[in-house]
């Protein structure tokens, strides 16, 4: 099926194709029909398949540009994630020559800067639930003429202790308002919360595999101690174009960038607690390719889409197959191959077998051996 299949308007297919995209995935297949009708959705579908365009498309065909007016609302729960739907939005716009504005509301950054920005009536709002919240209690953000909200990583931020920021920014907008969900897992808590938010909710679902298929899992056992220089090995071992380390703590991460930074690895942290500017010189860095290999915790990192990102690191086991999930999916997008590769000790390597069993995945145990990965396929090997 194509774009033209699906009724989408010819200037944003031509947007599409200035952004390479020829063909729809399968959950924008089965998003548009049903988004442009405006109904209310749940978009459930693995990490990197483009959930974002499967409901920026049709907000797109829903918002009137001469309407000087809010007329969609997009909550992500980071700000990196905010950042990126922002920018997809402005390409959208631009590429398809369409008059529709959008702003970034988020914390960190000035207020009120935020606010004169609101007073040019944007179309559509992407931010952070506390921040749209406090503009919206405050007057600054009307959302009477609000037709859409999207809730984005809706798994994280329906829950108890995120919901009563969000319920606030969806009874500003009319009642008869479209919702739409997406997230890439499904938490039992949110299901339910969801499912009183909007009854008649359309439950749509693509990609059989709980993982991406073209990423290979691979794990190395080794002593707590020798991780760092286990790392070391591996990033000389497999050169990878971009790669992303993933840890527990804010501090390990710091840590591991300074020991890397020593043996002359372009490495950053993307620390959590850093301020709104370094954290943005860390992104830009690793998508120019200034820098190789970015560190960050789940919190950090969550909902991050870089391109070619072709290894993930789990300097740090994720306990929950789920969190492993949501770290590998950092790799392999859009069709592309990807490695994993998790970094565990004796006790931590026990939750292999229950990744393989939970996610439908293959978990191979690898060894470094003279500079060379020994027990995975050949062409990972120097």
């Given at each position: 099926m194509s774009f033209s299949d699906?009724?989408?308007?010819?200037?944003?297919?031509?947007?599409?194709?200035?952004?390479?995209?020829?063909?729809?995935?399968?959950?924008?297949?089965?998003?548009?029909p049903v988004l442009l009708k405006g109904?209310?959705?749940?978009?459930?579908?693995?990490t990197g398949t483009g959930k974002t365009l499967a409901y920026l498309l049709p907000l797109f065909c829903g918002i009137d540009p001469a309407l000087a007016a809010t007329q969609a609302i997009i909550v992500a729960p980071t700000h990196e994630l905010a950042i990126q739907i922002h920018?997809?939005?402005?390409?959208?716009?631009?590429?398809?020559?369409?008059?529709?504005?959008?702003?970034?509301?988020?914390?960190?950054?000035?207020?009120?800067?935020?606010?004169?920005?609101?007073k040019k009536k944007p179309h559509i709002v992407v931010g952070s639930p506390g921040r749209i919240g406090e503009l919206l209690t405050r007057g600054?953000?009307?959302?009477?003429?609000?037709?859409?909200?999207?809730?984005?990583?809706?798994?994280?931020?329906?829950?108890d202790e995120t919901l009563p920021t969000l319920l606030p920014i969806i009874k500003a907008a009319p009642s008869k308002r479209q919702l739409i969900f997406a997230s890439a897992t499904i938490e039992p808590e949110s299901t339910a919360a969801i499912a009183q938010l909007s009854p008649g909710l359309v439950m749509l679902q693509a990609g059989a595999a709980a993982v991406n298929q073209n990423i290979e899992h691979l794990y190395v056992v080794c002593e707590e101690r020798d991780k760092p220089e286990e790392l070391?090995?591996?990033?000389?071992?497999?050169?990878?174009?971009?790669?992303?380390?993933?840890?527990?703590?804010?501090?390990?991460?710091?840590?591991?960038?300074?020991?890397?930074?020593?043996?002359?690895?372009?490495?950053?942290?993307?620390?959590?607690?850093?301020?709104?500017?370094?954290?943005k010189e860390a992104m830009d860095g690793l998508r120019s390719g200034a820098?190789?290999?970015?560190?960050?915790?789940?919190?950090?990192?969550?909902?991050?889409?870089?391109?070619?990102?072709?290894h993930v690191f789990n300097f740090d086991v994720p306990t929950l197959s789920k969190a492993y999930l949501h770290r590998v999916g950092r790799t392999g997008r859009a069709g592309a191959k990807g490695v994993a590769i998790s970094l565990a000790t004796e006790v931590e390597a026990r939750v292999m077998p229950r990744y393989q069993q939970e996610l439908g995945i293959?978990?191979?145990?690898?060894?470094?051996?003279?500079?060379?990965?020994l027990g995975a396929d050949e062409r990972l090997s120097r």
């Open positions: 699906l009724h989408l308007p010819d200037d944003l297919i031509a947007a599409l194709g200035r952004q390479l995209i020829s063909e729809p995935t399968p959950i924008q297949t089965q998003a548009l109904q209310d959705a749940y978009l459930h579908a693995e920018r997809q939005c402005t390409d959208l716009a631009q590429n398809a020559g369409r008059a529709i504005r959008s702003v970034l509301l988020i914390g960190g950054t000035s207020t009120d800067r935020q606010i004169e920005k609101l600054k953000l009307k959302a009477k003429d609000v037709r859409s909200i999207v809730i984005d990583e809706a798994d994280r931020l329906v829950n070391r090995k591996l990033l000389h071992a497999l050169e990878p174009e971009r790669a992303i380390v993933f840890v527990h703590r804010n501090d390990v991460a710091e840590k591991i960038a300074a020991r890397l930074a020593h043996h002359h690895v372009s490495a950053v942290d993307l620390n959590a607690a850093r301020d709104k500017l370094a954290r820098i190789r290999v970015l560190i960050a915790s789940d919190i950090a990192a969550r909902g991050l889409d870089i391109k070619g990102v072709t293959v978990m191979t145990n690898v060894r470094m051996r003279e500079g060379r990965i």
